[in-house]
């Protein structure tokens, strides 16, 4: 292992029931370098920067990992342990505590204690200098469960800065900041190559890999297929690595012909605990056409599309009209009735029960189908189910096993399997 390299992989495999989720997985890791990691949903990513976290400690896996030249075993205390090496990652999926403020988030675990008692004002003030340094735009004292997605997201970002790491895994760090917070992750993570800082950076989206990565490494179904420089590659290229076949044309433009006014939407205002959320919104939407809503954070994009589907503000005035007729949508239910879906903002919230099978997620908002009011016919529940996630390509062992296990990308597939399902004639997706 030469001096430039601060991580190497040499063939790690890591199998779980009825799945290799990586096999023989080999590359190296220059130090300093913002190194990309990238493939399908359900090709090992998130799997193998846990292996490096600590999640699954040293013996739950075969291969070698090397670290500043030695072996990394992460055994005891495998995650607090992979902090005191100098290893901090961002996880895709939120780990913070909702009830806790922000600065009690970043420092949870390590606060800092004076007589025998946290020290809140130094708890605070550190809090403030790594916001400020950053400027990530939370507050020490705000509470988490008040914030938005993606404001959770820079708090778990602010976390992991704050470990002083030497290397930071960052997965899929920008599925819900906007275009000016994805601006400042970038300054953020040329800022901490500068001083040394490796990154990994696992993302689904292109142009972020060759905005900002020196080295690109594809996973497809567990495996290494490529470690190259990414001035070397194009996206078609990546593209074709990821999939295992040449890709002519990534995204094939339709020949969508919208139709009539389905839903109109005419001088809409809303309230949410006492403040004016939505201050006189028109739109209309045509059968058969996408229709986007741009927005940065707080302009307030989730809370129109929450209250529309009824499950969030109050409407104080304003129209809503489904196919020309006035609308009052009370409810998730009421929506469903009228044809709409939401593919929610926050996955793990609103759109999953995590504890349950993919069978019974994607049934969820259509037991209607599968019998009456007293039973459900579990055989038509299966076979429609394992249907959609056929059709969506749900990697999984089983479509038995419980959401929750799944990758953060998979699970996103099962909540879109649940509403395809319902097939509605309006598909909001957040």
């Known amino acids: 292992m030469s001096e430039d390299t601060i991580l190497e992989f040499r063939n790690v495999t890591k199998e779980f029931p009825g799945v290799t989720a990586l096999s023989d997985v080999s590359f190296k890791v220059k130090r300093g370098e913002i190194h990309g990691l990238c493939g399908e949903n359900g090709?090992?990513?998130?799997?193998?920067?846990?292996?490096?976290?600590?999640?699954?400690?040293?013996?739950?896996?075969?291969?070698?990992?090397?670290?500043?030249?030695?072996?990394?075993?992460?055994?005891?205390?495998?995650?607090?342990?992979?902090v005191r090496e100098g290893i901090a990652i961002v996880y895709q999926e939120l780990t913070l505590v909702p009830a806790m403020t922000v600065a009690e988030n970043i420092f949870l675990g390590r606060e800092p204690v004076e007589r025998g008692s946290i020290d809140w004002d130094r708890l605070h003030s550190e809090t403030r200098s790594i916001?400020?340094?950053?400027?990530?735009?939370?507050?020490?004292?705000?509470?988490?469960?008040?914030?938005?997605?993606?404001?959770?997201?820079?708090?778990?970002?602010?976390?992991?800065?704050?470990?002083?790491?030497?290397?930071?895994?960052?997965?899929?760090?920008?599925?819900?900041?906007?275009?000016?917070?994805?601006?400042?992750?970038?300054?953020?993570?040329?800022?901490?190559?500068?001083?040394?800082?490796?990154?990994?950076?696992?993302?689904?989206?292109?142009?972020e890999?060759?905005?900002?990565?020196?080295?690109?490494?594809?996973?497809?179904?567990?495996?290494?297929?490529?470690?190259?420089?990414?001035?070397?590659?194009?996206?078609?290229?990546?593209?074709?690595?990821?999939?295992?076949?040449e890709m002519k044309e990534r995204?094939?433009?339709?020949?969508r012909q919208p139709g009539d006014v389905i839903l109109e939407v005419q001088d809409l205002h809303a309230e949410w605990a006492g403040r004016e959320v939505l201050k006189g919104v028109s739109f209309a939407l045509r059968k058969g056409e996408i229709l986007g809503i741009a927005g940065l954070m707080g302009s307030g994009r989730t809370e129109l599309v929450m209250t529309l589907f009824g499950e969030f503000a109050n409407v104080t005035s304003g129209a809503v009209r489904l196919d020309g007729k006035p609308v009052q949508?009370?409810?998730?239910?009421?929506?469903?009735?009228?044809?709409?879906?939401?593919?929610?903002?926050?996955?793990?919230?609103?759109?999953?029960?995590?504890?349950?099978?993919?069978?019974?997620?994607?049934?969820?908002?259509?037991?209607?189908?599968?019998?009456?009011?007293?039973?459900?016919d579990e055989d038509s529940e299966l076979a429609a189910s394992t249907r959609m996630a056929?059709?969506?390509?749900?990697?999984?062992?089983?479509?038995?096993?419980a959401v929750g296990s799944l990758s953060g990308g998979n699970q996103q597939k099962v909540v879109m399997a649940k509403w395809l399902l319902s097939n509605p004639q309006i598909l909001i997706m957040d």
Request: aromatic share 6%; proline share 4%.
């Open 43 to 82: 090709a090992g990513k998130s799997t193998l920067m846990k292996i490096l976290a600590g999640v699954y400690p040293y013996g739950t896996y075969s291969g070698t990992v090397l670290y500043n030249g030695k072996e990394l075993k992460l055994q005891n205390s495998a995650i607090q342990a992979a």
């Open 131 to 207: 916001l400020e340094k950053y400027r990530l735009d939370v507050r020490p004292q705000d509470v988490v469960r008040n914030l938005g997605i993606g404001q959770m997201q820079m708090t778990e970002i602010a976390k992991a800065l704050s470990e002083d790491a030497q290397v930071l895994i960052l997965d899929e760090p920008t599925s819900a900041l906007s275009e000016v917070e994805i601006d400042r992750l970038m300054e953020i993570l040329q800022t901490l190559k500068a001083r040394g800082v490796t990154c990994i950076y696992i993302t689904h989206k292109m142009n």
């Open 209 to 245: 890999f060759f905005r900002i990565t020196d080295q690109l490494t594809v996973l497809r179904d567990g495996k290494v297929v490529s470690s190259q420089p990414t001035a070397e590659l194009t996206p078609e290229k990546v593209v074709g690595l990821m999939v295992g076949r």
């Open 251 to 255: 995204f094939p433009r339709g020949a």
């Open 329 to 376: 949508i009370k409810g998730s239910q009421a929506a469903m009735r009228h044809g709409l879906g939401l593919v929610p903002e926050d996955r793990k919230r609103f759109g999953l029960v995590l504890p349950q099978s993919i069978v019974r997620n994607i049934s969820l908002a259509n037991l209607g189908q599968f019998g009456g009011s007293l039973a459900v």
């Open 390 to 401: 056929q059709d969506l390509a749900v990697k999984a062992p089983s479509v038995q096993v």
